[in-house]
């Protein structure tokens, strides 16, 4: 069997006396689409934090590629080809859009004009090419978010971590923002770790679903599997999910 | 701006004291070229990677140190002083901001004054390079290789001016690479930065060394300009401040900035000296401090800011009429 791309084994990250993460272990294959979703507060950006070498797990180990990576700086995390975006957006607001992608650009470029050749390209997978000249800082949250992929793709990662990059965004832009991760996905190889509230546009789109409730893993499985185990939608889906799936058998 | 402004401003800067040949306005021209120096080189930490440095007279006066004890005690060219000074410099900014770099905002800012601080009082207190006695500088007959000139200020204008050039270029070449673009990512967002694989604290160190390295060059010109240094002079506040206010005033992060405030505060500062006398000090200072309130309250991107305002207006006004 092939080495999953990414591994977190037993990760146990704690805040004073509270416990953010808890013993939580799963792997991603490469080439897949994994959703991690849990209610607010679940632990699913601390989880992120620890794999991406922002915060210092307190106990377990995270394996990229199979090597071991716990621990280790995020600039270093990011060059294996591991990245991930923001939950909170962190536009360099006083640099361009395509300033933005460029300074991710440089991770692999070795000149200027190399580094701008791979801005152009991201630039135009990201329809971000109308707005290049457009201040970080301005733009509207939609376009920050897709900002916020594009300057990381910039950086050619094998695997990308998205932070609710949907959320906020109208339903328009929600379909944008999906078929951009299809498009990652299928067309440039890269493996997708999704966190996301925004189950319409997730569920279709991911091959596997894992759900943290309160610091724990409780359930994973393809997306069916998830929308109908029992504690998954007492633990989070809940009356809203369950409401509108009603709603919708009624309509039918 | 494209590279033709610069170049202008080069030509420029280069033929007025050929033109204007008073000696008062000479003077006046190599203050502004090294207070613009001394801006750009700041602006490389500061500007660039939005470390605020509070502390820059620690550089200059290491760097108008070093030439001057070597050339007093041994003989040896200011020249080699000045590169020496350089080096020292570039090596105590790294001691002294490896464990200040853990320090965010304005932590750092007010570590580096008191750095500034502390280094002036080792050399007040330091016999061996006459503590607060200061140095006089052994007058020699004109010499490249003792940068000493006494006939005419034209020498140290253009040395001056050479410096200039060279720092305007470094800070310039900085900004279009690869560092300057990380730079500017760990000044918007540490965290950002490092997950597009950038190593915050190495650039840091990198955009430091060069900075204090470039701001000692300076130091060595103004003690062989003036023959005279104590630790007052050249470890002063007021010239940190002065590095700080000109370059904000003009423009942060921006190559044009320092220009454009040393040109607006060095003419201030030196006129009022010679008119006002030594009643006149400090109402420079004044006039600064109400002017970078004015800009901060208005137009936080300095005078650069407000030209490129002006001119994104007038962009528009011709895409009007053009429509
Ligand atoms: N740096 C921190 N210091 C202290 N507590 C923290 C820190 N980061 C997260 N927490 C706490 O850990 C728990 C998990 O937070 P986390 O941000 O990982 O949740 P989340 O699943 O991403 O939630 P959301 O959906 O709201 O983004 C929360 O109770 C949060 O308050
Ligand atoms: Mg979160």
Known sequence: MPKPMLEAKNLTMKFGNLTASNNVSFSVDKGEIVSLIGPNGAGKTTIFNCISGFYKPFSGRVYFEGKDITGLSPYKITSMGLTRTFQIVKPLKEMTVKENILTGAFLRASSRSEAEKIADEILKITHLSEKKDVLAGSLTTADKKRLEIARVLATKPKMIMLDE??????????????ELCLNLNKQHGITLLIVEHVMEAIMPISNRVIVLNAGEKIAEGSPEEIVNNEEVIKAYLGERYHAKSKQTNRRV | MKNRALYLIFAAVLVLPFAITNV?????????????????SWNIITGFAGQTSFGHAAFFGIGAYTSTVLFYKFGVSPWVGMLLGAGIAAVVSVIVSYPCFRLRGHYFAIATLAVAEII??????WDYVEGATGISIPVVEDSFIAMQFHGSKIPYFLIGFALFFLIVMVARSIEKSKMGFYLKAIRESHEAAEALGINPRKYKLLAMMISSALTALLGTLYAQYILYIDPFMVFSLEISMKIVLLSVLGGLGNIYGPIIGAAILIPLSEYTRVFLGGTGKGIDLMIYGALIVLIAC?????????????????????AKTNA
Do not use: D
């Open chain 2, 24 to 40: 008062n306005f000479q003077h006046v021209m190599i203050m502004f070229l090294i207070f613009a120096s001394l801006g750009e």
């Open chain 1, 165 to 178: 990059a949907m959320a906020g965004l109208n339903q328009t832009e929600t379909k944008e923002a999906m």
């Open chain 2, 298 to 318: 208005f137009e936080p991107h300095g005078i650069i800011g407000l030209l490129k305002k002006r001119g994104k207006k007038r962009g528009a006004l011709y």
């Open chain 2, 120 to 125: 002036k009082q080792l050399f007040v207190s």
